[in-house]
C-alpha cells in the first residue's frame, strides 16, 4: 500500500513564475492537508479540502495560492508569480477521515525560488 | 485562539538515557494529540497519538501523557538509541478538523 506521493521533490522556479506541487493521498483516503515548512522550524498548516470541496483554507494566503482535490487526480497547490519567501517546503498529508484520524504524510516539495 | 508550545527546543542525551518533551495547548477542545518524528530530507512519521479520555498511552520505548485540566501534554522515550535522533513534533487537533503543531525539538543522542 503505497503511502502519500509527493512530486515533484524538488522545484526551483524564478520569481514570477508558477509553482504546482501535487499529492497523491493514500489509497482510501479522502482528507487532505498542505503545510508548509521553512527551514528550523515547525508545520504550518494552509488547507484541508477534502474530495471536490476546501474546508479549511484559513492558513492559506489570500493572494497567489490556491488549491483543488478534483473528483479524479492528485491534490494540487499553486503558487502564482512565486516570490523568494515562497521558498519552503511544503508537505501534504492524507487521512481516512478528519485531523483526529491519524495524518501520512508525504516526503515533501522543496520550492526554491531564485 | 489556536496554539500549541513546544520545549525544549533542544535536547542532548546519552544513549540509554530518557528523554522528556512537554508541550501546551490552548483550546480547551482539543480532543486528539499526536506526536511526529521528522528525520533530515523526509516528511513527519507519526510514532505516538493519544486521545482525551485517556491520561497516558505507552508503546514499547515510548510513551505519551495528558494532563487536560493543566492543557499540557508530554513525550518520554527510555533508552534511547542514536537512531531516535531527530526532530520530534507535537500537535494538538480542534473540533474543526485542524492539526496544530508546536515548534519542534531536536533530539540529538550520543552515543
Known amino acids: 500500500n503505497a503511502g502519500v506521493m509527493q512530486n515533484p521533490r524538488h522545484l526551483v522556479r524564478r520569481r514570477g513564475q508558477e509553482a504546482r506541487l501535487r499529492c497523491s493521498p493514500m489509497k482510501g483516503h479522502s482528507h487532505v492537508y498542505w503545510y508548509r515548512q521553512l527551514p528550523e522550524e515547525g508545520l504550518k498548516f494552509m488547507v484541508y479540502?477534502?474530495?471536490?470541496?476546501?474546508?479549511?483554507e484559513s492558513g492559506m494566503p489570500k493572494e497567489r495560492f490556491s488549491a483543488e482535490f478534483p473528483k479524479e487526480g492528485p491534490s494540487i497547490l499553486r503558487i502564482q508569480q512565486v516570490v523568494r519567501g515562497d521558498s519552503a517546503a511544503y508537505f501534504c498529508?492524507?487521512?481516512?477521515?478528519?485531523?483526529?484520524?491519524?495524518?501520512?504524510f508525504g516526503n515533501g516539495t522543496r520550492l526554491t525560488v531564485t | 485562539g489556536e496554539n500549541v508550545e513546544q520545549h525544549p527546543s533542544t535536547l542532548s542525551v546519552q544513549e540509554g538515557d530518557s528523554a522528556v518533551i512537554k508541550c501546551t495547548y490552548s483550546?480547551?477542545?482539543?480532543?486528539?494529540f499526536p506526536w511526529y518524528k521528522q528525520e533530515l530530507g523526509k516528511g513527519p512519521q507519526l510514532i505516538i497519538d493519544i486521545r482525551s479520555n485517556v491520561g497516558e498511552k505507552k508503546d514499547q520505548r515510548i510513551a505519551v501523557t495528558l494532563n487536560k485540566t493543566a492543557k499540557h501534554f508530554s513525550l518520554h522515550i527510555t533508552e534511547t538509541q542514536p537512531e531516535d535522533s531527530a526532530v520530534y513534533f507535537c500537535a494538538a487537533v480542534l473540533n474543526t478538523d485542524k492539526l496544530i503543531f508546536g515548534t519542534g525539538t531536536r533530539l540529538q543522542v550520543f552515543p
Open positions: 479540502l477534502q474530495k471536490e470541496n476546501i474546508i479549511d
Open positions: 498529508a492524507s487521512s481516512p477521515g478528519g485531523a483526529d484520524s491519524p495524518l501520512h
Open positions: 483550546d480547551s477542545a482539543s480532543n486528539y
